[in-house]
């Protein structure tokens, strides 16, 4: 069975600093997708990165990367030069259809002015 | 991605009453998708809506209770019948576009049952 695990349920960061939120998942798969949505008190839902399983070279968009690790099963998410608009929760995610999506249980962020 | 207008955005319901919540995209997708998310947890997916066809349920999620609609390409909406305080939470509307495999979501409708 595909499961999503994010391990830290709230991280803080001092604006302008970087942090790393850990995400780890389970398939039997070696095709596959993943992603990172935040989602800020407007509660909206956005797409922040994905990354495609058969890609070895990170993802990155702007300020956001990924270290994914696919032997390990690891897809942690870097936010360089923080902002306090990124504070947010932040959910990893897991697709090998593109239809049936499965989602962590979030990593709630804040960002220290 | 595509603009995806949800509403209401936010309502308090009487119990036992039902309410529709209507998913608006600006553009034809390939796929729709109902998610719950209760309050402090993640996303559960209710239904796949397929267009002019019976949705898809998920375990644990029932047609007469949560019945969905899909008469076109651009547009669904998701019923919460009967309702009760175990029904709040906030409704996601998602779609997946002919290309890709990425979903993208609506705003969110915040439903707390009283």
């Known amino acids: 069975a595909q499961t999503v695990t994010q391990s830290q349920p709230e991280m803080s960061v001092q604006e302008a600093e970087t942090v790393t939120l850990s995400c780890t998942y389970d398939?039997?798969?070696?095709?596959?997708?993943l992603f990172w949505y935040k989602q800020p008190p407007s509660r909206q839902m956005i797409l922040v990165i994905r990354?495609?399983?058969?890609?070895?070279q990170n993802a990155t968009e702007n300020r956001f990367s990924v270290n994914f690790q696919k032997a390990a099963k690891s897809f942690s998410l870097k936010i360089s030069d923080s902002q306090l608009g990124d504070a947010a929760m932040y959910f990893c995610?897991?697709?090998?259809?593109?239809?049936?999506?499965?989602f962590g249980t979030g990593t709630s962020l804040t960002v220290i002015p | 991605s595509a603009v995806i207008s949800q509403k209401p955005s936010r309502d308090i319901c009487q119990r036992g009453t039902s309410l529709t919540i209507q998913c608006q995209v600006d553009?034809?997708?390939?796929?729709m998708f109902w998610y719950r998310q209760q309050p402090g947890q993640s996303l559960t997916l209710i239904a796949t809506?397929?267009?002019?066809?019976?949705?898809?349920?998920e375990s644990g999620f029932v047609i007469d209770k949560f019945p969905i609609s899909r008469p076109n390409l651009t547009f669904s909406t998701l019923t919460v019948s009967n309702m009760s305080p175990e029904d709040s939470s906030i409704y996601l509307c998602?779609?997946?576009?002919?290309?890709?495999?990425?979903?993208?979501f609506g705003e969110g409708s915040w439903l707390t049952v009283v």
């Open positions: 998602s779609v997946k576009m002919s290309s890709g495999n990425t979903i993208y």
């Open positions: 398939t039997s798969e070696s095709d596959y997708y």
């Open positions: 990354q495609e399983a058969y890609k070895q």
């Open positions: 995610a897991y697709s090998f259809t593109g239809n049936q999506f499965y």
């Open positions: 553009s034809q997708v390939t796929m």
């Open positions: 809506a397929n267009q002019g066809s019976e949705a898809t349920y």
